[in-house]
């Protein structure tokens, strides 16, 4: 993204496949103007609908499916840096709001003007001169402020709200609870009331993951933040986040993020 903000529009058709879950250093706000989509987000599952603003912190892992039809969607990122202590203070929670992952609900009589504030947005950003960075900036502060007098902020947890499939959920959050064990796939079927063979088949189908791959992924999620967020070894945070081959540990941790677990911690000490 580098030092600015970025908007972009995209046509999804249905069955469109991610390459895999990712995650930023910087927010993205998701926002489907017609169609539907499916989010995996961290041990939650989500269903977006037109009208829908899901907002993603930093370093949250996500992945996005497209098993309910077409979708178009506007995605804006944009930093800590760009938002104003005056915005901030206007949103539900306020500094707190940006923390975790927000669902917004834009009513059906102001979606032509957020379509419309999103379009400008993107423009802005194909124009690309020295006015262009402070615009975008205006245009983000403002954005949020429209969201935060005629948006719904739904405070429940997603599973009460746009879960689907309640059941890979509990399987989810099984792993996100006991990702520092040595759990099995059968164990985390037990979990879902799934054998294990259903639940390979099911989680694939619905996550657009493997059980195990999502277990690894959520290792290495924890893995990354104690990295910078403590002294402790590697090989001590690699067994404490549930790995018990370092070796296996440091070639994942390189596929997911790009850089070797004492890369990693270099350069965030270094940012």
Do not use: W
């Amino acid at each position: 993204m580098g030092d600015r903000i970025q908007a972009e529009r995209v046509h999804r058709e249905s069955g469109y496949v991610m390459g895999s879950y990712h995650c930023h250093s910087f927010y993205e706000l998701y926002y489907v103007e017609q169609g539907a989509c499916r989010f995996l987000i961290e041990d939650s599952m989500i269903d977006l609908h037109a009208g829908d603003f899901l907002l993603i912190p930093p370093r949250m892992l996500h992945y996005t499916r497209y098993l309910l039809g077409a979708c178009r969607r506007v995605i804006v990122f944009f930093g800590r840096e760009h938002l104003e202590e005056e915005t901030i203070a206007q949103m539900p929670r306020g500094e707190a709001f940006f923390s975790d992952m927000r669902i917004m609900q834009i009513p059906d009589a102001y979606a032509e003007q957020i379509s419309g504030h999103l379009t400008r947005m993107i423009t802005e950003g194909r124009i690309n001169d020295a006015r262009s960075a402070p615009i975008l900036r205006a245009q983000l502060q403002e954005l949020l402020l429209i969201c935060s007098r005629i948006g719904t902020f739904l405070q429940d947890t997603p599973a009460n709200i746009h879960t689907t499939d309640r059941q890979i959920l509990t399987a989810a959050r099984f792993i996100s609870s006991h990702y520092a064990s040595e759990i099995r796939t059968s164990d985390v079927a037990a979990a879902a009331g799934f054998s294990q063979n259903y639940l390979t088949r099911r989680f694939r189908e619905a996550a657009g993951i493997g059980v195990h791959e999502y277990l690894v992924f959520i290792r290495l999620q924890h893995a990354a933040l104690e990295l910078v967020s403590t002294g402790d070894s590697i090989t001590d945070i690699a067994l404490r986040c549930g790995f018990s081959d370092g070796n296996y540990f440091k070639d994942a941790f390189k596929k997911k993020y790009g850089v070797t677990p004492r890369a990693y911690r270099k350069g965030a000490g270094d940012g």
